[in-house]
């Protein structure tokens, strides 16, 4: 039949499509400000970093958790919209790059940003688990700043 | 003999040391404005990312390596030490993550910076070659704007 002839690259196409899934995992649980889908996405591991937009590298789950936490307990919506979303896969370790369009409120203010984003994923106990996040603002920020209401 | 009943352990150090070097072989082209050096760190390859400090992401080896040459070309010095060099291998990938401090002088001005950094490396044909370089400037830049001369 077709498609068996090469079952490493089936194979391939069905674990780019889990590390996708896992990576629209990791932004719902940003999306529903939600703790329990943020811890199930990463690695509970010291060996992880995040890097927020214009933040400091933090290290391991334990600090990474308490600043989604932060983050979570300060916003009162967010909704992110994902732009050229690439996948690599070598072997246990996969890789995204996009961009992400942010539109987020506050108590106090919203505002819209479009960052970079890497997200590295090893495959741990069958699933795709997040290790690495780093975000950055793209250089043209005009519309953000345009956007931000005091 | 000692270490001889744990070879993949060894394997492992020994490839962290590689990944090391090639790391410092990649600053290290950076300090010496060489774009023979760039080239013979980074895959040659579409799949490739780069993301400047408060840049755009930049896609495939092509458009990475215009970048380095035109900061090469306005750049006059360039001198980097980095801190919290970690190291993860996870089969054929290998990530680095540290923090960059730079200090560099064009015709006009002198400058430094404390950046993150998220270097990711592949191993193709036993070399470790750089797939991803995504660098964005840490919060407190009190010393790099102070030091700023036009």
């Known amino acids: 039949m077709a498609g068996d002839h090469n079952p490493s690259a089936r194979n391939l ?10 990576n629209r995992q990791f932004y719902q649980a940003m999306e529903s400000l939600d703790m329990d889908e943020m811890e199930s996405v990463w690695l509970d591991s010291a060996s992880c970093r995040c890097i927020h937009p214009g933040g400091p ?8 958790r308490e600043s989604w936490r932060a983050i979570f307990q300060t916003t009162n ?7 050229e979303v690439t996948v690599h896969i070598e072997g246990s370790v996969a890789w995204v790059t996009c961009f992400e369009h942010l539109v987020t409120t506050t108590e106090k203010h919203s505002a819209s940003a479009v960052l970079c984003a890497s997200n590295l994923f090893v495959m741990v106990d069958a699933e795709w688990r997040l290790v690495l996040h780093h ?13 931000l209401v005091q």
């Open 77 to 83: 919506t967010l909704q992110i919209t994902l732009h």
């Open 135 to 147: 975000t950055s603002p793209v250089g043209a920020l005009d519309d953000a700043e345009s956007n």
């Open 13 to 22: 196409e069905i674990e780019m499509a889990r590390v996708r899934q896992a």
């Open 57 to 64: 590298m933090l290290i391991g789950w334990d600090d990474i």
